[in-house]
């Protein structure tokens, strides 16, 4: 079982910047990729930024942030962290922290349905 719980959410004029923390517990060794989602009101769950969890060399970011966000892993202090500069006010949204064991995954999973762990979310607010 592992238990993720992100923080660091909060309010932004658009420009600014937010940083996102994801604790990470529980059976942490039956996690190899990690990263964080976001859900728009009415609009459907999507990946933000993903990476894996050994090695870390493989990344993956949405267009709509590439060369905005940043995704670091701290492994000795079981935390992902999502740093977001030029927020927009269309990064609004709840923001969640997922990981998924895969070890026979034939491609790294970037869809919300191929991760089993979730957070429950942080709200991130950008302003115009």
């Known amino acids: 079982m592992v238990q993720l719980v992100e923080s660091g959410g909060g309010s932004v004029q658009a420009g600014g910047s937010l940083r996102l923390s994801c604790a990470v517990s529980?059976?942490?060794?039956?996690?190899?990729?990690i990263g964080w989602f976001r859900q728009a009101p009415g609009k459907q769950r999507e990946g933000v930024a993903l990476?894996?969890?050994?090695?870390?060399?493989?990344?993956y970011y949405a267009d709509s942030v590439k060369g905005r966000f940043t995704i670091s892993r701290n492994n000795a202090a079981n935390t992902v962290s999502l740093q977001m500069n030029s927020l927009k006010p269309e990064d609004t949204a709840m923001y969640y922290c997922?990981?998924?064991?895969?070890?026979?995954?034939?491609?790294?999973?970037?869809?919300?349905?191929?991760?089993?762990?979730w957070g429950r979310g942080t709200q991130v607010t950008v302003s115009s």
């Open positions: 990476t894996n969890t050994d090695s870390g060399d493989w990344t």
């Open positions: 529980g059976h942490t060794y039956n996690i190899d990729y």
């Open positions: 997922a990981a998924v064991r895969c070890i026979f995954c034939s491609r790294p999973p970037t869809l919300p349905v191929q991760y089993n762990y």
